[in-house]
């Protein structure tokens, strides 16, 4: 029995086999790559998930990578005035930073820059290297962000201070555009030295 060929199936045959398949071709570097971060961005995202789940915010717990970097930006502080202080919340999930005696920053979960973290790693394992090379960049390149973000609160708390009226400039503008900006850069450097991009280039 002879095969019926109508205009329709032949113009899904030479959409399948030659546009799509070429545009695959075309795209196959990108496309593997935005598979990669997709996976591993929501790989880390349900980690990290799971590890909030474990505390009760309803009873005001606040987790412990939010309690370190609230402790560490307030040693930073310390350097500044010997007398600042963090003081857990007892109304919400947060730790208050106290400058000079008076509260000046609070911080909450999304202050502990993991969800920076988990974007510069998926960045970087989507843009695959050598493993040596990314297991160092994403080390050193994760402490940095740590550390940036630390001197981050501790600048903006004593910013506050001093300019309470500015807070939504330096809150919401200046100082997420300087970490952000890092990271960015960080991602430039690994995939112009350290990547199979790199390599081929």
């Known amino acids: 029995m ?3 060929t109508t205009p329709f199936f032949l113009l899904y045959k030479f959409v399948k086999n030659f546009i ?3 545009l695959f071709l075309q795209y196959k570097p990108f496309l593997v790559f935005l598979g ?3 996976l591993t961005y929501i790989l880390f995202t ?3 998930q799971i590890y909030l789940n474990q505390y009760d915010s309803s009873k005001c717990e606040v987790d412990f990578f939010t309690k ?3 402790n560490e930006s307030n040693i930073i502080l310390k350097w500044i005035d010997f007398e600042s202080y963090t003081v857990l919340d007892t109304k919400e999930p947060s730790v208050n930073i106290y400058f000079h005696h008076k509260c000046v920053s609070r911080i909450i ?3 502990n820059a993991i969800s920076i973290l988990i974007l510069f790693l998926s960045f970087v394992i ?3 290297g050598k493993l040596k090379h990314t297991i160092l960049f994403v080390l050193f390149g994760s402490i940095f962000i740590h550390l940036l973000n630390i001197c981050r609160i501790a600048l903006l708390s004593v910013a506050l201070f001093y300019f309470p009226k500015y807070e939504h400039i330096l809150h919401g503008v200046i100082f997420p555009l300087i970490i952000y900006g890092v990271v960015f ?3 430039v450097i690994w995939v112009n030295k350290f990547s199979v991009y790199a390599k081929k280039n």
């Open 2 to 4: 002879a095969k019926v």
């Open 20 to 22: 799509l398949k070429n």
């Open 36 to 38: 990669k971060f997709l």
């Open 46 to 48: 349900v980690l990290y």
């Open 68 to 70: 370190i970097v609230a």
């Open 109 to 111: 979960e999304g202050c």
């Open 126 to 128: 989507a843009f695959t």
């Open 185 to 187: 850069i960080l991602w």
